[in-house]
Nanobody, 120 residues
Framework: VQLQASGGGSVQSGGSLRLSCAAS????????MGWYRQAPENQRELVAS???????NYAESVEGRFFISRDYAKKTVSLQMHNVKPEDTAVYYC???????????????WGQGTLVTVSS
């Protein structure tokens, strides 16, 4: 399984940005898809996640500004970011939890990370 993230870049405070991540490969069922971020000298933290049934979960700091969605057929997850703030500056990582056919354990995979820089 490979995860390819895209869409990072520089944006001014108050602007919008969209991140996307595509999973490639076969023979598995994706359970949860999500986005994490890590700012310099901070631990990696969950930004948003979405389950296979469409249940979403957001960090309190992004609630109402960021929106996560997924395309089940294309095996992609997107994060639409609105009203971004300088404190949103971080490397964003997509994460996928999946089960291979015939297996019950969940395996986690990470994308390569994409940098989002918000200037004031």
């Amino acid at each position: 399984v490979q995860l390819q993230a895209s869409g990072g870049g520089s944006v001014q405070s108050g602007g919008s940005l969209r991140l996307s991540c595509a999973a490639s490969g076969n023979g598995f069922i994706i359970d949860v898809m999500g986005w994490y971020r890590q700012a310099p000298e901070n631990q990696r933290e969950l930004v948003a996640s979405i389950t296979s049934s469409g249940v979403t979960n957001y960090a309190e700091s992004v609630e109402g500004r960021f929106f996560i969605s997924r395309d089940y057929a294309k095996k992609t997850v997107s994060l639409q970011m609105h009203n971004v703030k300088p404190e949103d500056t971080a490397v964003y990582y997509c994460n996928v939890g999946l089960r291979y056919y015939g297996r019950t354990n969940i395996r986690n995979y990470w994308g390569q990370g994409t940098l989002v820089t918000v200037s004031s």
